[in-house]
């Protein structure tokens, strides 16, 4: 699994609905027609993935390098991570070809190895009512999204732990993430990438922890989609 911890658009001067973790928060104006986007990052960063949250457009240009965006529907599957080519920069210009975008991350991913640990499965909010004389009355206004459980196993890195700490102002806060899955995981799950809050087995929110002698970590987590 690749994972972007540290997202560089959340220390820019890009306008709040690229960075607001809620999907329904857009920029509703097409970019192109404008001109590209200037974000500044406030510093020069490396970045090689790019979060993509909430957009009707099939590409994204990023400082000249096109991002072809999966046409999956329903939208949601399309929300994730994408590979870029590496870079270093401290601004940058974004346009796609769409007519909206929502939450947009850059940065450098980080490989996790996973595998899954629970199959691929769904969740809703919805909760139907059972009257008194046995009559079904539907949910509304709930919501639903994909759900998987994966157990991470990995080499506890520097650089994931400077991430966090980077990142922590987000993380703190229940932002969700943006992963993509690898080739062999994808053979063992359904889709490619997603925009989920992370919890443990327990329910608490996503934590990262490891054996101080060992450095190793071996823990089941959940993906659980956002919006």
Known sequence: ????IFD???GSNAPGSLTSPALADTL???ITSAGPLAVNLGGEYDYDAVGVGNTDATQIVI???SINLSTATPLGLRNGLYDIAPARTRNLRISHNGSYIGRLAIGVGRHLGCSPSREPGFWTSNRPRITVSGQVIPAAGGIGGRQIGLQIKYKFTREVFSDIQKAWSTISRGYPFFVSFDAPERARMPWNRMYALINNDKGALFLFQSSVKEFLYSKDLTLKEAF
Do not use: F, K, V, Y
């Not at 699994?1 to 972007?4: E, F």
């Open 1 to 4: 699994m690749r994972i972007l």
């Open 63 to 65: 400082n000249g390098t």
């Open 28 to 30: 509703d104006r097409r």
């Open 8 to 10: 560089l658009m959340q």
